[in-house]
């Protein structure tokens, strides 16, 4: 079954203006971790913001924050003030505990969002 | 620096053949991992490892296997089996609870089948 969900496969803003790219997330696991990637054409993950479950605030860094409604399992990404560099794929990922190794983890990726930003 | 060194960035494999990917990290991070990225598509896991000698299948290992004799190094092999291997290959690294950003990927290796 799906764990990440990512329902935008592309997305248009423009330049100065704020866009939301959405992550919907399935879990059982009490403790998690959601984190938010860029992917420019290059193929390098650039990291961009991590939210923890247990956090009680929504993170931000700088232009990046992310929309954490832990009751709807949603973690969208709102970037503000759009540039063009910020056209890129941007994945939604979460960390889950293996079900095997108590103190194990692994990542997993929704299927990402095509950003385009006009000028 | 530390970081994750991935090599070769591009290879080109015969349909039959075996290719292995390194992995190399010298930030003493116990955890390694393998993606699978498709064109437009997300990451996908094909195998990860928490210790030496030790590694877990992930959602899409058949036709790959890896090893991790030394925590530093973890390749994967590309097998005759994979019938469809074209692909972008990420390799990762992370500490055993990492939050933030404290999982590393390298550059990737662009796998081509001719």
């Known amino acids: ?41 290059s193929g390098e993950m650039i990291f961009l913001i991590y939210q923890g479950s247990y956090d009680q605030q929504n993170a931000t860094e700088g232009r990046y924050s992310l929309n954490f409604q832990k009751a709807r399992k949603s973690a969208n990404l709102v970037i503000s003030a759009s540039q063009l560099g910020d056209s890129a794929m941007y994945f939604c990922a979460m960390r889950e505990a293996t079900p095997d190794m108590d103190s194990s983890y692994k990542l997993i990726f929704g299927s990402g969002t095509r950003l385009l930003v006009r000028p | 620096d530390g970081g994750i060194t991935q090599s070769p960035k591009y290879l080109f494999r015969k349909e039959g053949q075996n290719v292995t990917l390194s992995c190399e990290q010298n930030l003493n991070h116990d955890a390694m991992y393998w993606y699978r990225q498709d064109p437009g598509q997300g990451l996908r896991l ?11 299948k992930g959602d899409i290992a058949e036709g790959y296997s890896v090893s991790r004799e030394k925590k530093e190094s973890f390749p994967l092999t590309v097998t005759s089996a994979q019938k469809n291997p074209t692909a972008f290959y990420l390799c990762a690294s992370s500490i055993e609870n990492f939050s933030g950003n404290t999982i590393y990927f390298g550059e990737g290796s662009w796998l081509t089948v001719v």
């Open chain 2, 46 to 56: 094909i195998y990860y490892s928490q210790i030496v000698n030790d590694f877990q």
């Open chain 1, 1 to 41: 079954a799906q764990k990440i969900t990512q329902t935008q496969p592309g997305m248009f803003v423009q330049e100065k203006e704020a866009v939301t790219l959405d992550c919907t997330y399935d879990t059982s696991d009490p403790s998690y971790g959601l984190f938010w990637y860029k992917q420019p054409s």
